[in-house]
Structure formats: C-alpha cells, structure tokens
C-alpha cells in the first residue's frame, strides 16, 4: 500500500481491480477507456474530448517528466479519472512546473496506480466500451459495484455545454489575413493556434451561439471543433452547422465536428466497441494515396453505409485498422471534415496540411 492509500476500480461488468490512490482521495466514474500514446499525458488529460472519461494510459510509466503550463489544452484537466501501471510522483524535467501528482490534486483528479493496464485493456477490448468507478475514499465493492451501474450511459448523453466557452473570445496574429469564426464543441488551444499561425484572426464562440452571432464577426470561413459526447444528442447544433454550411462558405470540422457535420448533412453516427485514442493511428487519404500517422481520440464514427448512400457527400481519408470512416467533403461546397486530430498536440504533425487546405479554401472563396 502506497503513503496515499489504497484504491479500487469496479467495471460495469462486475470486474474489480485493486491498487494504489493517486491524486485527489475520493471517488469517481464514467466511461472507462484506454490511450495507448507514449508521451503527451498531460495535453491527453486537458483534452475537453475527454470530458466524462476514466482514461487507462497504456505506457507502463506516467509522470516521469512532470507538469509545465504552457501544455495544457485547456485551463483543467477534463478526464474524470485516471488509471496508470506505475505513477511517479518525482519527475525529470528542470523545466517542469509540478509534479503530476500535485497537478491532479490541484485540479481535484482521483486516479489508481499499481494494477495489471494489460489485463485491464484486454478485458476491454474483449467485452466493449463500459462505465467504471474509482475510488480511494470507499473501498466496499458491494457498494461500488451497486453505484456503478447509475453512471449515465455515454450513448445519448451531451457533454459539450461542459465544456464549450461561456464567452465568446478572440485570439489574434500579428498579421491578420482571414477571419474564422470557431464553434468551440471542446476546442482544443493548438487548434487555434494553427490558425493564428496561419495569419487567422480567430473568434471562439460557444456552443448555444446563433448563426447570426457567428456571421457578425464577417468570417472568411468556419471552423467546427473537438468535444465530448454523442454527436446524435445535440439537435440544435446539428441545425445551426446545417445553417453554416448552406451558406456556401469554406467549412473544416474536426472529430466532434466532423461528427456534427456529417449529421447535418443526413448521414449518421454510431457508438463504437472500442474508441480510437492514441497518437498513432494509420490514416489513408483517398485524393493522394498517402498515409497519416494521427493523433485520435473518439468514441464516436460516422456511419460508412450512410456515406455510401449520400450523393452529395464522398469519403476522403479512411482508418486503415478498420475501415472506418475518418474523413468527408461535400463533393459542391469547400466544406471537409476529418475524425482525427490534425493539430496532433500530442502526436504527430502528418495531418497539418489539412489546415493549409482550409486556407486555400478561404483564398479561393474571398476571390
């Protein structure tokens, strides 16, 4: 036992797990899902996508190189919980800020260390996505198996409003060539900056914006970003990006996003049995023949039968490990979106071209 305590994971399934308490003493639940990323758990952890998520990190060690401010994506650590092999309160770097262990106290984060991530990820990718519970604060399983099962399901549930911006703010370059209206689902911070380093003056609006509020800023283009939960229970912003796009303007999604644009466009989503998160996902774009190394983080994928039954709209990148939709454009407008992350933050930079096209886009369209 650790000088924090004991801790307990139960799953949803009955399945318990016991080990070491990290961060904050106390208890915590969501969907339990794992990343297999080998660096970034702290831009990973501030992720809004991850919002309502208990999240295994498949690295045997986490917090090895400590906390530093300027890599977070947003103000607050948005997982719900963590789940780590071996958690090292000390850490490496001189530049670093904090340990990660006064980090997820800082931000009030329960999480449990010294259990088997391998058994525990394969009992997952055998049995699907589930809820969880983490505690250091209660230990009688009994109790925590009964509390689990009243977690709300991730399957129509909104989590966006958790996260989006209250206000709506501007980030500017020194020198401004577009404007981008930016509807913050859960944006992550180096979205924005690869349009602010791509000469954008960006407005991020929040999620329960109107069209009109979004068009008085005189945008050269639209930008749909990241978030959490079920695209399918967010009508009202399905029918505000419907709006969005029949105007004609150049339009870019990402993951949350790209979600939400298909949707208004008529196509569909569906839960998948295991998520996408990592830093190394193989992506393959259908226009070049290329392939991607991506950073990803979804639970959530466009539906491919609904894309093969749209006349307006063509695949453009699919996931090479299972075929799943990972890109769309409509085949009329300069609108596109993509599953992944493109920022990467952490991960690799393959992607960022798709940024570059957004750009073009908003060239061609002024013109």
Do not use: W
């Amino acid at each position: 036992m650790s000088e924090k305590g004991s801790a307990i994971l139960v799953l949803e399934d009955g399945t318990v797990f016991k080990g070491n308490a990290i961060g904050k003493i106390g208890k915590t639940g969501g969907e339990i899902a794992f990343n297999t990323g080998m660096t970034g758990y702290q831009e990973v952890f501030t992720d809004p996508s991850y919002y309502g998520q208990l999240l295994i990190m498949t690295t045997a060690h986490i917090g090895n190189y400590g906390t530093q401010s300027n890599e977070q994506e947003s103000d607050t650590i948005n997982i719900s919980g963590l789940i780590t092999k071996k958690f090292s309160d000390g850490y490496s770097r001189t530049s670093a800020d904090q340990s990660l262990q006064d980090f997820m106290v800082h931000h009030e984060t329960v999480g449990i260390s010294d259990i088997d991530t391998r058994a525990l990820v394969r009992h997952i990718r055998d049995k699907g996505a589930m809820n969880a519970i983490i505690s250091s604060s209660i230990l009688d399983e009994d109790q925590l198996k009964k509390e689990v099962l009243e977690i709300p399901k991730m399957n129509g549930l909104e989590l966006s409003s958790k996260v989006t911006t209250t206000d709506a703010y501007e980030v500017l370059p020194e020198n401004v060539e577009f404007k981008v209206s930016l509807l913050d689902l859960g944006v992550k911070r180096n979205i924005v900056q690869c349009l602010v380093d791509r000469g954008c003056h960006v407005k991020v609006f929040p999620l329960n914006s109107t069209k009109e509020e979004l068009a008085v800023f005189e945008p050269d283009g639209y930008m749909l970003s990241n978030g959490p939960g079920d695209p399918s229970a967010m009508p009202d912003t399905i029918s505000l990006v419907k709006e969005i796009v029949s105007t004609g303007m150049p339009v870019f999604g990402i993951c949350l996003g790209h979600q939400i644009f298909g949707l208004s466009q008529g196509l569909k989503t569906e839960k998948m049995f295991n998520g996408h998160r990592g830093i190394n996902h193989p992506i393959k774009n259908l226009k070049t023949g290329k392939g991607e190394i991506t950073s990803q983080n979804h639970g959530f994928v466009i539906s491919k039968e609904s894309v093969e039954h749209s006349d307006e709209i063509e695949v453009t990148h699919i996931h090479l490990n299972d075929q799943t939709v990972a890109g769309i454009a409509l085949k009329n407008k300069p609108v596109f979106s993509v599953q992944y992350h493109p920022e990467a933050s952490a991960g690799p930079h393959d992607s960022r071209y798709l940024f570059d096209l957004f750009i073009e886009n908003m060239k061609s369209h002024k013109k």
